[in-house]
Nanobody, 118 residues
Framework: QVQLVESGGGLVQPGGSLRLSCAAS????????MGWYRQAPGKQRELVGN???????NYADSVKGRFTISRDNAKNTVYLQMNSLKPEDTAVYYC????????????WGQGTQVTVSS
């Protein structure tokens, strides 16, 4: 069973930065897709960005130029570097991994709270 554990959330002032980490229980090189999603109170969960096997990244328009996804296969960890944070970035951030072995399988972490406020 794959386990994903997010960390790095917290309270930050507008304009500040945070780096979220998503540590996987197994080798992330086997995952086809790893991504970050977020869900604000009263809103649907939305894609923040993802990184495809091979290194291609995609981002939501709202975070382009401010957020960066990267992966460290040696540490089985995916990161989300968030800069120039805005109050509207406040949400619970989730890590998701997709495995394409004998079918489609997706796994989610428990989430980490990010609050942007002065």
């Amino acid at each position: 069973q794959v386990q994903l554990v997010e960390s790095g959330g917290g309270l930050v002032q507008p304009g500040g930065s945070l780096r979220l980490s998503c540590a996987a229980s197994g080798s992330i090189s086997s995952f086809y897709d790893m991504g970050w999603y977020r869900q604000a109170p009263g809103k649907q969960r939305e894609l923040v960005g993802n990184i495809i096997h091979g290194g291609t990244t995609n981002y939501a328009d709202s975070v382009k130029g401010r957020f960066t996804i990267s992966r460290d296969n040696a540490k089985n960890t995916v990161y989300l570097q968030m800069n120039s944070l805005k109050p509207e970035d406040t949400a619970v951030y989730y890590c998701k991994a997709v495995l394409l072995v004998l079918g489609y399988h997706e796994y989610w972490g428990q989430g980490t709270q990010v609050t942007v406020s002065s």
